[in-house]
């Protein structure tokens, strides 16, 4: 007679006790479980009739399993204890149905609109810091999440937004201001078993809301207070979008335009006069528009001595500024130059004069009728009215003359 399979006094195991919940969806592909049970008894793990993990209960009567590699998909697994001695199993304990899910969801894309509604792409530049982003899942990862990351670029912070995908796969988001920066953009899907795709391509943006500033610097070259030209220089900012250009105005006049940012202004009005100006970013901003009122220089690159010097003279006279940037020295060389400039015109139209009448075409040796008197009558009457309106004195105008006789000009 054989003997009896198990034991006469075997009975079955009590159902295995599980500590906390089993999640319904994983996104690794072994599943496991921890609960209580008799100290050396197995616990065993089936999905249907196939044993797809086993573990001891420890001496303190807990237990850990990890069932073996599950493939992607839906399955239902139960529990048992086992008595190793008769190998009676428990009643089961479940089923536990899990869904695995290790499939990382599809790169996104997304389009980006301002608060306009107008399309931004890679690069795009906007004056407004309120952006809203949507875009389609194709209807897969229903119920998972967008993350959206902007990452500052000067703060160096990344901030992210989340949204839920609908129940067609469509997502929509509405970010909150930004301040003025340069962002890089990227966009993750994260679904529900929570495996993350791999991120978007980047987005780079620029917003900037805030118009450029403008300074101004006379410039005044020949030390004489009186300004020659004007330099306006633009900047818009650390976090701005690049100063696209300058405009300005002299004495109410049409705005003038210099792509840039700067603007060097050199044909000044000969009198006291006003200019505007502001500038305009690569945003379309503009700055406040500034007016500002300038005396011009009336001699460029002024004789400053001291004394008035003619022609290697020196008269002991004071040099002194008359008005507009103009010293006496200035005024006695416009004498000179206007000597030059009405004889050589005296002396053209005598040449064109015998060419037309067949004279003879007699060499120039340069001094034509280019008369010395010339010169020292504008000398003296520009030193008779200087002591006139008390500029110089009775002596000084007497050395202006005298040094003015003696110059060699023209």
Known sequence: MFPPPFPPDATKPETPDIIGSVSSLININQVAFTGTGNPGFRIRCYEGSVLVGETTVNP?????????????????????????????????????????????????????????????????????????????????EIGGTVKVSIFDTFRGTTPDFTTVIDNQGNWSLTIPALPDCHFIITVITIDQANNQSLASAPVQIIIDTTGPTVSLEPVDTDGDSFIESIALTASDGLHGSGVKEIQYSIDGGPFTVVS??????????????????????????????????????????????????????????????????????????????????????????????????????????????????QFTSCVSKLANQLKKDGIISKTSKGAIQKCAAKADIP
């Open 60 to 140: 303190d009567g807990s237990w850990t399993l990890l069932t073996n590699v599950l493939s992607d998909g839906p399955h239902s697994l139960e529990l048992v204890q086992v008595d190793p001695q008769s190998n009676l199993e428990s009643d089961p304990e479940g089923p536990f149905d899990v869904e695995i899910d290790t499939t990382s969801p599809v790169q996104p894309v997304f389009s980006l609109t301002d608060s306009n509604g107008a399309p931004l792409t890679d690069g795009s530049i906007l004056n407004t810091n309120v952006i809203s982003f949507s875009g389609s899942t194709g209807g897969a």
């Open 260 to 373: 840039g940012s700067i603007a060097v202004i050199g044909d000044l009005p000969g009198s006291g006069f006003t200019i505007s100006f502001f500038a305009e970013d690569n945003a379309g901003n503009a700055g406040a528009v500034i007016t500002e009122t300038y005396q011009p220089d009336a001699c460029h690159n002024s004789e400053l001595n001291e004394t008035i010097v003619i022609d290697g003279c020196d008269s002991q006279a004071p040099n002194s500024m008359i008005a507009q940037g103009c010293a006496i020295s200035d005024l006695i060389s416009e004498c000179a130059q206007n000597t030059i400039i009405s004889g050589k015109k005296r002396k053209d139209k005598e040449n064109n004069d015998n060419s037309n009448d067949g004279g003879d075409d007699e060499s120039d040796d340069g001094s034509g009728d280019f008369n010395h008197g």
